[in-house]
């Protein structure tokens, strides 16, 4: 189906399969058509847009078989949404893929399935501006690549980017691949390599991702100035490597913090700039070091116990309730935080526990009650998030524990006893001394 300088026009419901042409192909000033619902098998092309056009949307369509699922061509302001893209890997062009942009900016790739391809999807050669966002791209040879030059100031968001053979998602075309570019909020599973930044693709931004399970987390090669932080580094075969070079950023600045690694082993017990101001902040003591040139300062905690503290304070209080309050950070919600508590006297050992309130924010709060002189309390307290990690404030190396004391100490009991010792003797001296006189006038 071929149509040219077309507008408002509506291609819906068609089935196309087994030939060796374009499905739909939408040609020179064409805008603001709908090419919807249709189902495009084993052509060249499912659907080839070829510009100058505009402001069309491909949505609902079913493209499988082909060489390209949807190509676009020098089309500027089309969205491409809602359609299944899969098994489009026909033909020798090494630049075959499911969806292919080439000097095709302004665009909106949005919540495809997009499967089985040599690419997933393609941004090639002057193609910036573009949004990618709420795709499942799985299962491709390559998830999603920019390649080639000038394909700047893309946004690829809250993608599901799941075992594709190469990387998940690479900056790794040529000189000047891409630059400013954001990958945020993406969950980036079992890949070659998850996140690739190469090919002089310099001052990208890569924040709040999950990646995990990959061979290679996040691999960088001549490239500079990208920064990274907010993600979570999550049993990767290896964590991150660079090559040639490479000098990047693994951190915002505090208390913004770095990463989330899952072979990040620190203590959490200082806070501050320097982590030299005694208590924790979920923000590990010690950095974590990739190479001499790039480490992240401030590697955050997965969960992390700090700043606890007792009412009354100190290690030997008097009867009375004992109010305990920790903060407990976390890269995922606190599901619930516990007590426990061991106590000792001359009847034996007692284990027990409470939960633990949340007071607002990541403070949480309970309440030991008073127990009778000569008591020892020893407790620990223990977050568990809502992904089912677990964190103790033993873990962080506080050591939690006091004794029940009379009300006064024996410095303040002795003072007195001696002040009465005196009274005693005096009186004793004068009634000696007056038995004395007595006796000599008789």
Same mark, same amino acid.
Request: with cysteine; charged share 10%; proline share 3%.
């Given at each position: 189906?071929?149509?040219?300088?077309?507008?408002?026009?509506?291609?819906?419901?068609?089935?196309?399969?087994?030939?060796?042409?374009?499905?739909?192909?939408?040609?020179?000033?064409?805008?603001?058509?709908?090419?919807?619902?249709?189902?495009?098998?084993?052509?060249?092309?499912?659907?080839?847009?070829?510009?100058?056009?505009?402001?069309?949307?491909?949505?609902?369509?079913?493209?499988?078989?082909?060489?390209?699922?949807?190509?676009?061509?020098?089309?500027?302001?089309?969205?491409?949404?809602?359609?299944?893209?899969?098994?489009?890997?026909?033909?020798?062009?090494?630049?075959?893929?499911?969806?292919?942009?080439?000097?095709?900016?302004?665009?909106?790739?949005?919540?495809?399935?997009?499967?089985?391809?040599?690419?997933?999807?393609?941004?090639?050669?002057?193609?910036?501006?573009?949004?990618?966002?709420?795709? =499942?791209?799985?299962?491709?040879?390559?998830?999603?690549?920019?390649?080639?030059?000038?394909?700047?100031?893309?946004?690829?968001?809250?993608?599901?980017?799941? %075992?594709?053979?190469?990387?998940?998602?690479?900056?790794?075309?040529?000189?000047?691949?891409?630059?400013?570019?954001?990958?945020?909020?993406?969950?980036?599973?079992?890949?070659?390599?998850?996140?690739?930044?190469?090919?002089?693709?310099?001052?990208?931004?890569?924040?709040?991702?999950?990646?995990?399970?990959?061979?290679?987390?996040?691999?960088?090669?001549?490239?500079?100035?990208?920064?990274?932080?907010?993600?979570?580094?999550?049993?990767?075969?290896?964590?991150?490597?660079?090559?040639?070079?490479?000098?990047?950023?693994? =951190?915002?600045?505090?208390?913004?913090?770095?990463?989330?690694?899952?072979?990040?082993?620190?203590?959490?017990?200082?806070?501050?700039?320097?982590?030299?101001?005694?208590?924790?902040?979920?923000?590990? %003591?010690?950095?974590?070091?990739?190479?001499?040139?790039?480490?992240?300062?401030?590697?955050?905690?997965?969960?992390?116990?700090?700043?606890?503290?007792?009412?009354?304070?100190?290690?030997?209080?008097?009867?009375?309730?004992?109010?305990?309050?920790?903060?407990?950070?976390?890269?995922?919600?606190?599901?619930?935080?516990?007590?426990?508590?061991?106590?000792?006297?001359?009847?034996?050992?007692?284990?027990?526990?409470?939960?633990?309130?949340?007071?607002?924010?990541?403070?949480?709060?309970?309440?030991?009650?008073?127990?009778?002189?000569?008591?020892?309390?020893?407790?620990?307290?223990?977050?568990?998030?809502?992904?089912?990690?677990?964190?103790?404030?033993?873990?962080?190396?506080?050591?939690?524990?006091?004794?029940?004391?009379?009300?006064?100490?024996? =410095?303040?009991?002795?003072?007195?006893?001696?002040?009465?010792?005196?009274?005693?003797?005096?009186?004793?001296?004068?009634?000696?001394?007056?038995?004395?006189?007595?006796?000599?006038?008789?």
């Amino acid at each position: 189906m071929f149509y040219h300088d077309a507008r408002y026009n509506s291609i819906c419901r068609n089935n196309i399969s087994a030939i060796s042409v374009i499905g739909i192909w939408l040609q020179d000033t064409v805008s603001h058509n709908v090419v919807a619902e249709n189902s495009l098998i084993n052509c060249t092309a499912g659907i080839f847009l070829e510009g100058p056009n505009t402001n069309n949307t491909l949505s609902g369509n079913f493209i499988a078989e082909s060489e390209y699922g949807i190509k676009i061509l020098n089309a500027q302001n089309n969205r491409v949404v809602n359609n299944t893209i899969a098994d489009n890997r026909a033909g020798s062009d090494s630049w075959r893929a499911g969806i292919r942009l080439e000097g095709s900016g302004y665009s909106q790739i949005d919540f495809n399935l997009i499967s089985g391809n040599y690419y997933g999807v393609l941004l090639y050669s002057n193609s910036p501006y573009v949004s990618v966002y709420g795709n =499942n791209i799985s299962f491709n040879e390559f998830g999603l690549r920019v390649a080639s030059g000038g394909s700047s100031y893309l946004n690829m968001t809250r993608n599901v980017v799941a %075992d594709n053979v190469g990387y998940g998602i690479g900056l790794t075309g040529f000189a000047s691949s891409s630059n400013y570019a954001v990958l945020a909020n993406n969950t980036i599973v079992s890949n070659g390599q998850g996140v690739s930044i190469g090919q002089y693709s310099n001052y990208n931004t890569v924040s709040q991702n999950y990646i995990t399970q990959n061979d290679c987390g996040l691999y960088s090669e001549y490239s500079i100035g990208n920064l990274a932080y907010k993600n979570s580094l999550v049993s990767n075969d290896q964590q991150v490597s660079i090559q040639s070079g490479s000098v990047n950023n693994w =951190n915002g600045s505090y208390p913004v913090g770095g990463n989330y690694w899952s072979d990040y082993v620190s203590p959490d017990l200082f806070r501050g700039p320097y982590q030299n101001v005694t208590g924790g902040d979920g923000i590990g %003591d010690n950095p974590y070091v990739i190479d001499v040139n790039n480490r992240d300062n401030y590697p955050f905690m997965l969960l992390s116990v700090c700043n606890v503290s007792q009412a009354p304070e100190g290690g030997m209080i008097s009867p009375a309730e004992v109010r305990i309050t920790a903060t407990i950070t976390h890269l995922y919600s606190v599901e619930r935080a516990m007590l426990n508590y061991t106590i000792t006297n001359s009847t034996g050992t007692f284990h027990l526990s409470l939960n633990m309130t949340n007071a607002e924010d990541d403070v949480w709060n309970a309440t030991i009650p008073a127990f009778p002189l000569g008591a020892n309390v020893t407790y620990i307290i223990i977050g568990q998030d809502s992904e089912g990690n677990t964190i103790s404030s033993q873990q962080q190396g506080y050591a939690l524990e006091y004794q029940v004391i009379p009300e006064f100490s024996s =410095n303040f009991v002795l003072a007195p006893l001696a002040i009465i010792t005196l009274l005693i003797a005096i009186v004793s001296e004068h009634k000696i001394r007056k038995s004395s006189k007595a006796e000599r006038r008789a």
